[in-house]
T-cell receptor, first 111, second 111 residues
Framework: DAGITQSPRHKVTETGTPVTLRCHQTENHRYMYWYRQDPGHGLRLIHYSYGVKDTDKGEVSDGYSVSRSKTEDFLLTLESATSSQTSVYFC??????????FGPGTRLTVT | GQQLNQSPQSMFIQEGEDVSMNCTSSSIFNTWLWYKQDPGEGPVLLIALYKAGELTSNGRLTAQFGITRKDSFLNISASIPSDVGIYFCAGPGNTGNQFYFGTGTSLTVIP
């Protein structure tokens, strides 16, 4: 298994509060990604990173920001959480452009 | 975003039966990936396809890249209970590192 951890694994927060999710890898892979998974939508890309301090938006980036100050860490921040951001969030890594390996996921509930 | 349609949405089969599922996209992909997701876990990469017409095997799993490059197929032979899960297809967009996932095929194997 690729060395990817996500924290926290579960979080309940209130509408309007900021939330930060962390993805940590031990594989030294170049690319890191954040997805959200919702019933009926599959996995949708939020943001991705192609190197330290190099990030770009994905398909559903509104309301989210990311940062990558070290190769091994990729942070996802919900600036002001809304109920529509209740979801399961997955981090993924890849060394090439294509073959991505996923973390265990973070279940976020916004009340 | 690009549309990836998977069919069927769900399957209920007897242990030992063969399984076939497919994925079609609204545009051409140069790569097709197939993932399996177990409940409460992240997707795991099963097979990667890189050439039109290519057929790749991984144990009892066989995946094929359609000639038009707008479709792909996954076959599982002699299904067993641990094949239960959701199977996703995925492919990269034409720009950057955008990845698009299908909505998944849920497989249930009845012992």
């Amino acid at each position: 298994d690729a060395g990817i951890t996500q924290s926290p694994r579960h979080k309940v927060t209130e509408t309007g509060t900021p939330v930060t999710l962390r993805c940590h890898q031990t594989e030294n892979h170049r690319y890191m990604y954040w997805y959200r998974q919702d019933p009926g939508h599959g996995l949708r890309l939020i943001h991705y990173s192609y190197g330290v301090k190099d990030t770009d938006k994905g398909e559903v980036s509104d309301g989210y920001s990311v940062s990558r100050s070290k190769t091994e860490d990729f942070l996802l921040t919900l600036e002001s959480a809304t109920s529509s951001q209740t979801s399961v969030y997955f981090c993924a890594i890849s060394q090439t452009d294509y073959e991505q390996y996923f973390g265990p996921g973070t279940r976020l509930t916004v009340t | 975003g690009q549309q990836l349609n998977q069919s069927p949405q769900s399957m209920f089969i007897q242990e030992g039966e063969d399984v076939s599922m497919n994925c079609t996209s609204s545009s051409i992909f140069n790569t097709w990936l197939w993932y399996k997701q177990d409940p409460g876990e992240g997707p795991v990469l099963l097979i990667a396809l890189y050439k039109a017409g290519e057929l790749t095997s991984n144990g009892r799993l066989t995946a094929q890249f359609g000639i038009t490059r707008k479709d792909s197929f996954l076959n599982i032979s002699a299904s067993i209970p641990s094949d239960v899960g959701i199977y996703f297809c995925a492919g990269p967009g034409n720009t950057g590192n955008q990845f698009y996932f299908g909505t998944g095929t849920s497989l249930t194997v009845i012992p």
